[in-house]
C-alpha cells in the first residue's frame, strides 16, 4: 500500500505547525521524516494515521492492503504504550480480540510473532519486568500481529540507550528484509534516518515546510554504522538542519 | 592520595516498612492509660479502664448481644455501600467519558458533596421510610459522592497515549473501555474506596443514631445516655475494627487486582 500527503496545513491555535506538506510514500518503501524538535514531525504522523485531523490539506491511501491485514496503517509509538496490565501475549492479543478470529488462529499469530521478535521465551512477562529494549520489541510484534499495510514509527528508538537502540535497528531491517513493508519513520536521530530511510524528507522548523527529499542509495541490510557514504549523507543532514536546530532550540515553547 | 572519606548524606526520606511499630505504639498507649485509671491519675470519669472495655466486650459476645447489634450493622453498611459505590463508579466513569455529562453533573456533585448527609436523614425518613430505607439511602448518597469524584479522577488519569494506541489498532469504543480505561482507572477508583466506605461507617453510626433499635449505633447511644463509658468504648472499638477491616479488605483486593503494579 502506499499513502500520499497533499497540502497538509495544521496549526494550534494561532500557531502554524505544519505548513503545505506534500510528500509521497511508495509502497514498500521506508521514508524517514527528520527535523528539529517541534517542526510538527509527530503531528504529520499522527495524520498519517488518521489519529489527527489536519485543517487543510488531505492524507490518501492508494492500493490494496495485503492479504489477512488487520489494520492498514499501524502504529508503534515512542513510549511502547503498553498496557501495564497485560502481559507480552495479552498486548499483543488485545489487538486482536477486536476481530473475531478463531482461538487457535489468535494462538498462532501471537506465537509467530514473538518469534519473529525473539519474545517466545517472555509470553507471560508483564511490561514491568521488561527493559525498555525488550517494551518496544512487543510494541512491534503487537504491529505485526496486525499485519500492517504501512508501518507508521513515531521515533519508536529515541526513549533507548545507544546499545539498545543499534540492535534494534538491525532487527527493524531484519524485519523488512523479510518483509518488505511500507514505512514511515518519524526520528530526530540522523543515523537512524540514514539507517533505515530508503528516502529521508527533511522538515524546517516550525511552521514545517518539506526543504528537501533525499535518496539514500544501497539496501539496508548493507547499511552498518561508520560507513561512509552515509556519514556523508548524514552530515549533508546535519548542514541543512544545524542553524534551524540551533534557532528552534532557542524559541519559546508556547511563544 | 585523598585522605577523607566522602560523607554520607543521601539517606532518609523514603518511607520504609517496620513491622510492629504500629501496634506497639496502640499497646503503649493502651497500657498508658491502664496504669493511669488504675493508679488514679485518670478518673474514671475521664477515660474507662481498657480491662474493663474488653470485659464489657467479652460479655457482648457471650451474651449474643454483640451479633444483634452487629448484623443489622454490617447489613445496613453493605446494603448502602454497595448501591451508592456502584452508583458513584458508574457515574464516575460516565462523567470521565462524556463531555456534556461531566458538564452537567461536576457541578451537581460539588454541589452535594458538602452537604452533611446526616442532616438530610428527616428528609430521607419522610421519602423512604423509618425502617432500613432511609439508612440505606443516607449510607448510599453519603458513598456515592466521593467515589464519583475518585472514578472520574481517575478516568481522567488515564494515559491518553494507552486510548490512543487502541485507536490507532482500530479497537471499538467498547473495548477501549472495557479495556484500557477501566483497568487503567481501577488503581484510583480503589483508593476512593478506602474514603468512600469510612464516610459510609460514620454515616451508619449517625443514622442509627437517630433512630434504631439494633445496631452499633443505637448500642453506643444508649451507652451514651446512661454515660456507661465501657459500653461507649466497646462501640467504639467495633467500629474502629470495622474501619481496619474494611481498610484491610480493600488493601487485599488492590493485592489481587493491582498484581502489574509490582
Redesign the interface.
Known sequence: MELAVRGLTHCYGDMVVLDDVSLHIPAGEILCVVGPSGCGKSTLLRML?G?EQPDWGEVLQGGTPPEGC??P???V?Q?F?L????SVAGNIS??L??HRLPGDRVRAIIEDVLARTRLSDFHDA????LSGGMKQRVAIA?ALA?NPAVMLLDEPLSALDAQTRELLMEDLVALWERQPFTGVYVTHNLAEAVRLGHRIAVLSRRPGRVREVIEVPGTLSERHAGDAGLEAIQAHLWALMRDEAVAADLELLDA | MPEIRVPFRGGGFRPEARRGTGIAVFLLLLFLIEWGTRTGWISNLTLPRPSDVAATLGDLARSGALWTHLLPSLSRLAVGSVLGISAGIGVGVLIGLFSYIRAGLVPLVAAIFPIPKIALLPLFVIWFGIDEGSKYALIALGTFTPTVVATYGAVDNV?R??I?????????WW?IVR??VL??ALPGILSGLRVSLAIGIILLVAAEMLGAEHGIGAYILQAGALYDLERLFAGVVILSCLGVLTSWAIGKIEKRL?????
Open positions: 494515521g489519529l488487520l489494520n496503517l499501524t502504529y509509538f513510549d504504550a498496557l501495564p496490565w497485560r488485545l489487538v480480540e477486536d508483564l511490561p514491568r519486568q503487537r496486525v | 494515559d497515549g494507552l490512543r494506541m487502541g485507536q490507532s489498532f482500530g479497537l471499538g473495548s479495556k484500557i483497568p487503567g493491582l498484581v502489574w503494579r509490582g
